[in-house]
């Protein structure tokens, strides 16, 4: 095989290239009339893209054209303007095309040596977090994949800043992300040695059983190391009582962790900023700029008060990047979480903030907010729906359960299975459920900057008219 045989001439490149990016922006031109969600079978998929690897290549055009019509398509659509399940993303056509760029200079963002400008963007980026949270001077961080990994990175540098103890022991919330868990876990963490701590009313930790179950801990030997909170629990958006903790763990020398990954970036708010006080005082924070930062998957975040947890975490010095060390004042980013090889994810929001500017993105933001309170207000008005959570950053629970249909808990979750279910077949909007004080409920997170009220607006509309249905189907069956 020759040298040309993985190669393009220019203009072959250039007509892939427009090709991709004309199906790209016709993609967003035409998503609103779309569903929110498509998929298919496996065994339909199977039957049209499992194969042997070809032996000889075929037309890059039409190599294209069946990704964009074959495979592409059968997914969530989660940057739809009615994609309300999970935590959405609505990535900036600009993030998109800085993805592209990184991708396309092949940067490997790992050392100061092997990219320096794009590790000087990294930086720069970094900071601008920084300053967002209110974190002081010395406060550092590095782009990962998303909040578990950020996550993991900040339990390592948690454990190492405690000296490895023995029976180390975390402790989360029952409303707390399963990453946290898993990364705890991760770095060996034993399972009798990871607390979950129960929500209040409010389904925020619970400060007293947090303050009883360390202090049982301690009587019975074990190590207290990580205490997490929720700025923005993925069920309810509820955020933990963040300067009662960090009080709290001050006291008693225990590192506290802030999981913000999707709702950390109300901090651009003035809003954001005093629902989130307290979060500057955390000793790591996980962020997604993926989520509500609209930016493309894969970018999170891991910010630490003191950069120099990550690096004595982290650090190593193998013979084969001994030429990669130009000092204190350049520092790799390999030296500060566990990869060698890391894509340029910082240039995606530092494209997007150029062409843009934070104006922009702070209105994004509270355009979420604003939204999530009028469906919390629309949700309390309705004679159908019932509120079942107080709405927090973006997201809004409740249910179906007529004020007048005197129905059981059984049947009052069969009725919103029944909704969620034709909500997801017959509408194009997509909605999910969580389980709230085993009441099951219907979640909205709206977070996507192409949402209007409309679109709000029309699902909920969709929601009361499958429960009315779905009540009168009830009560004729009894």
Not at 69 to 79: F, G, K, M, Q, T
Not at 189 to 208: G, N, Q
Request: proline share 5%.
């Amino acid at each position: 095989m020759s040298q040309q045989d993985l190669q393009m001439a220019p203009d072959q490149m250039l007509d892939l290239a427009r090709m991709a990016a004309e199906l790209l922006v016709q993609r967003s031109e035409n998503l609103s009339s779309e569903h929110a969600w498509d998929g298919e079978f496996r065994e339909g998929l199977e039957s049209a893209l499992m194969e042997e690897a070809p032996e000889a290549g075929r037309p890059a055009t039409e190599v294209l054209q069946q990704a964009a019509s074959e495979i592409l398509p059968y997914a969530a659509r989660l940057d739809h303007p009615r994609s309300f399940a999970f935590v959405p993303s609505s990535p900036t056509w600009p993030g998109v095309i800085a993805d592209f760029m990184a991708a396309g200079f092949n940067i490997n963002a790992v050392t100061w040596l092997t990219a320096s400008g794009p590790s000087q963007v990294e930086l720069v980026v970094i900071d601008w977090f920084r300053r967002w949270v209110g974190y002081p001077e010395g406060a550092g961080g590095l782009f990962t994949s998303g909040g578990s990994v950020s996550t993991v990175d900040a339990f390592v540098a948690a454990r190492e800043a405690a000296g490895h103890p023995e029976r180390a022991t975390v402790y989360t919330s029952d409303r707390g992300h399963v990453a946290l868990h898993r990364a705890a876990m991760i770095i060996g963490v034993r399972p009798e040695c990871l607390r979950t701590i129960p929500s209040d009313e409010h389904f925020r930790l619970d400060m007293d059983s947090l303050r009883r179950a360390v202090a049982d801990d301690r009587a019975a030997g074990f190590s207290p190391m990580v205490v997490c909170a929720s700025a923005g629990t993925v069920s309810t958006g509820a955020i933990d009582p963040l300067e009662e903790m960090a009080d709290f763990c001050e006291s008693e020398g225990i590192w506290l962790h802030v999981d913000a990954a999707y709702g950390g970036f109300a901090v651009v708010t003035d809003e954001g900023r005093k629902l989130l006080r307290g979060m500057e005082r955390a000793d790591s924070i996980g962020l997604d700029p993926h989520k509500w930062f609209f930016q493309p998957y894969e970018a999170g975040c891991v910010l630490v008060k003191d950069a120099s947890t990550l690096t004595d975490a982290f650090e190593v010095r193998p013979d084969i990047l001994q030429d990669t060390v130009w000092g204190a004042n350049h520092p790799n980013f390999g030296d500060r979480g566990p990869q060698v090889s890391r894509a340029f994810r910082a240039l995606k929001v530092w494209m997007s903030v150029q062409v843009f500017g934070m104006a922009a993105f702070r209105r994004a933001v509270s355009k979420g907010l604003e939204l999530a309170e009028r469906a919390d207000a629309y949700v309390r008005a309705s004679p159908v729906l019932e509120g079942l959570s107080s709405t927090s950053l973006g997201i809004v629970c409740f249910r179906v359960n007529p004020e007048d249909a005197d129905l059981g808990g059984a049947t009052v979750e069969q009725i919103n299975r029944t909704v969620l279910a034709r909500l997801f077949w017959e509408e194009p909007a997509l909605v999910s459920s969580t389980m709230l004080r085993d009441r099951f409920a219907l979640r909205m997170c709206i977070l996507n900057h192409n949402t209007d009220w409309e679109d709000v607006h029309e699902t909920l509309e969709a929601i009361e008219r499958f429960g009315r249905e779905a009540v009168a189907e009830e009560a004729a069956e009894r």
